[in-house]
């Protein structure tokens, strides 16, 4: 346990990480990829260059500080962590780096304001989280490898079949080379990737779009610009070739129940959604489906949405929303999320339950607008690797 002193001390150190956090977790990622290289493949350098990732850890910073007395409270941010973790296989050895890279620089931005005793409560506190992840990270791991079709670390796939879903989106199918059963995963849960891309190691993780089977895994990637491993599967990737796949994880799942299920998601943010339809569907429940697209084009998976709204057409009610369209294209509105739209297309049920999963701003909204339309926050469920002010 951790002293009361340390506690004390790390939670005097809230407001310095509310005025200044993001510049201390940036001087950190700056400090431990230069001088530790071998962690570079486990971050995604696109996210260190837009500020997505030294947000996102200055964010969990504050938040264990402030939680620091109570760890219960941080709900399901661990859970997060470990699954990240798992996802892209972050190992016992790895937490020396990090929080000697941490205390760094906490002392570099801090300067004189760094005293001995900030930097012993906080190298106590760094340790006792640090120790409480591994403990999890490894239960996880356990239970993985001993699963029927489970594995410990990367397991080599072959890439077998490339699916064009939309002018931006595709599938890439795998099956494991040594030919053996695969892991089962839960609808909405994702999978680690690990390739070489000009040489250099590289570290991803993908929702899986398809329901669990004993053959293969789907992933369906968005290209884009600036992705470094996108752009690798997109333009390089072909089938026959191989690459090492971690077994699946996350925490974005169909929660029990037998009320209505709201699936809302825009953009590539559909992925993770289609299993947990096709599971809600398989389950008796009523789905109300809402994908919002900016236009036909970039438009995936329609062929697939038409077979379940064929296969359960008294149960899914299927809205699309295009920002641009042509009068051919049918959508059902126009635009973005807006309040009136849910109001209108969503259940007056006191036990739906809402998924949603999108870019940043659009879950922004969602989560707003859901909450004022009556779906409370322990009713709504979402995957989001960002610092969580950025949904409040």
């Given at each position: 346990?951790?002293?009361a002193?340390t506690?004390?001390?790390v939670?005097q150190?809230?407001p ?5 956090g993001?510049a ?5 990622y700056n400090y431990?990829?230069s001088?530790y290289p ?5 971050f995604?350098?696109?996210?260190q260059a837009?500020g997505?990732?030294p947000?996102?850890?200055a964010?969990?910073?504050?938040n264990?500080?402030?939680h620091i007395?109570?760890?219960e409270a941080?709900g399901?941010?661990?859970?997060q962590?470990v699954?990240?973790?798992v996802?892209?296989q972050?190992?016992?050895?790895h937490?020396?780096i ?6 760094q ?5 801090l300067?004189?304001?760094?005293t001995d005793d900030?930097i012993n409560?906080?190298a106590?506190?760094y ?6 992840l ?10 993985n490898a ?5 594995w410990r670390?990367a397991?080599?796939?072959?890439l077998?079949r490339k699916?064009?879903?939309s002018?931006e989106i595709?599938s890439?199918?795998?099956?494991p080379v040594?030919?053996n059963?695969?892991l089962?995963?839960?609808?909405g849960?994702y999978?680690g990737?690990?390739?070489w891309v000009d040489g250099?190691?590289?570290r991803?993780?993908?929702s899986?779009s398809a329901?669990?089977?004993?053959h293969?895994?789907?992933i ?15 333009d ?8 090492n796949l971690?077994?699946?994880t996350?925490e974005?799942v169909?929660?029990?129940g ?6 809302l998601?825009?953009?590539?943010g ?9 599971q809600?569907l398989s389950?008796?429940?009523e789905?109300?489906f ?10 995936a998976f ?7 709204q064929s296969?359960?057409?008294?149960q899914?009610q299927?809205y699309?929303?295009l920002e641009?369209h042509?009068?051919?294209d049918?959508?059902?509105d126009t635009?973005?999320i ?6 209108r297309?969503?259940p007056d ?7 949603f999963?999108?870019p940043?701003p659009?879950m922004?909204v969602?989560r707003?607008?859901l909450?004022e339309t ?6 709504q469920?979402?995957e989001?690797?960002g610092?969580a002010q950025?949904?409040n």
């Amino acid at each position: 346990m951790l002293s009361a002193t340390t506690r004390d001390i790390v939670t005097q150190t809230v407001p310095v990480l509310e005025a200044g956090g993001e510049a201390l977790t940036r001087h950190f990622y700056n400090y431990m990829l230069s001088h530790y290289p071998e962690v570079r493949p486990l971050f995604n350098q696109a996210n260190q260059a837009s500020g997505t990732q030294p947000r996102a850890l200055a964010s969990a910073i504050l938040n264990y500080a402030k939680h620091i007395n109570r760890l219960e409270a941080l709900g399901p941010l661990v859970g997060q962590i470990v699954s990240k973790h798992v996802s892209l296989q972050i190992l016992p050895e790895h937490y020396p780096i990090v929080g000697t890279c941490l205390l760094q620089a906490i002392r570099d931005v801090l300067g004189e304001a760094a005293t001995d005793d900030i930097i012993n409560a906080w190298a106590e506190a760094y340790q006792f989280l640090a120790d409480l992840l591994i403990g999890a990270e490894e239960k996880v791991y356990a239970d993985n490898a001993s699963a029927d079709g489970g594995w410990r670390g990367a397991r080599a796939f072959r890439l077998v079949r490339k699916q064009v879903e939309s002018d931006e989106i595709t599938s890439f199918y795998f099956e494991p080379v040594d030919g053996n059963p695969i892991l089962a995963h839960q609808p909405g849960q994702y999978i680690g990737l690990q390739v070489w891309v000009d040489g250099s190691e590289q570290r991803r993780n993908y929702s899986l779009s398809a329901a669990s089977n004993s053959h293969y895994y789907r992933i369906s990637v968005k290209r884009e610009a600036e992705g470094a491993v996108s752009r690798y599967l997109h333009d390089q990737l072909s089938p026959g070739q191989t690459i090492n796949l971690f077994p699946p994880t996350g925490e974005l799942v169909l929660q029990p129940g037998t009320g209505p299920v709201a699936l809302l998601s825009a953009g590539v943010g559909i992925t993770p959604t289609l299993p947990i339809l096709q599971q809600a569907l398989s389950a008796g429940r009523e789905v109300v489906f809402i994908h919002y697209a900016r236009h036909r084009g970039v438009e995936a998976f329609r062929d697939e949405l038409d077979q379940l709204q064929s296969k359960y057409p008294a149960q899914l009610q299927r809205y699309r929303v295009l920002e641009q369209h042509e009068e051919e294209d049918q959508a059902d509105d126009t635009g973005r999320i807006y309040m009136e739209q849910l109001q209108r297309w969503l259940p007056d049920h006191e036990g739906l339950q809402a998924y949603f999963i999108g870019p940043a701003p659009f879950m922004k909204v969602a989560r707003q607008l859901l909450k004022e339309t009556g779906v409370s926050e322990d009713r709504q469920f979402y995957e989001f690797f960002g610092p969580a002010q950025a949904l409040n």
